[in-house]
């Protein structure tokens, strides 16, 4: 499985941006789906995760009622919309994918995509 993470970019506090995640190769083992991020100097940060079929999502406290993921498992294409952008959201994003159905907010994914830069200036 190769992941793909695209759509950064720079945006102003109180924007919003949408990242795009495409997946390619054996998708269909492809279970959970999540993003996490790396700000400057910081380890990774759990940002969201999304159920194999869709449903469930789960969502760290730092973007709840900010931040929707969704996927597109025809199109094998994962999105994670972002509203209300702050300057602290700034970091690398990164998306992941397992091959269970448990959602998982530590590192425990199976493949990694390369990340994307979003910059929030305030």
């Known amino acids: 499985v190769q992941l793909q993470a695209f759509g950064g970019g720079l945006v102003q506090a109180g924007g919003s941006l949408r990242l795009s995640c495409a997946a390619s190769?054996?998708?269909?083992?492809?279970?959970?789906l999540g993003w996490f991020r790396q700000a400057p100097r910081k380890g990774y940060e759990f940002v969201a995760a999304?159920?194999?079929?869709?449903?469930?999502?789960y969502y760290a406290d730092s973007v709840k009622e900010r931040f929707t993921a969704s996927r597109d498992n025809a199109k094998n294409l994962m999105y994670l919309q972002m509203n209300s952008l702050k300057p602290e959201d700034t970091a690398t994003y990164y998306c992941?994918?397992?091959?269970?159905?448990?959602?998982?907010?530590?590192?425990?994914?199976?493949?990694w995509g390369q990340g994307t830069q979003v910059t929030v200036s305030s």
């Open positions: 992941a994918a397992k091959r269970e159905s448990t959602i998982v907010t530590d590192l425990r994914y199976d493949y």
């Open positions: 999304i159920s194999a079929g869709g449903g469930p999502t």
């Open positions: 190769g054996r998708t269909a083992i492809i279970g959970v």
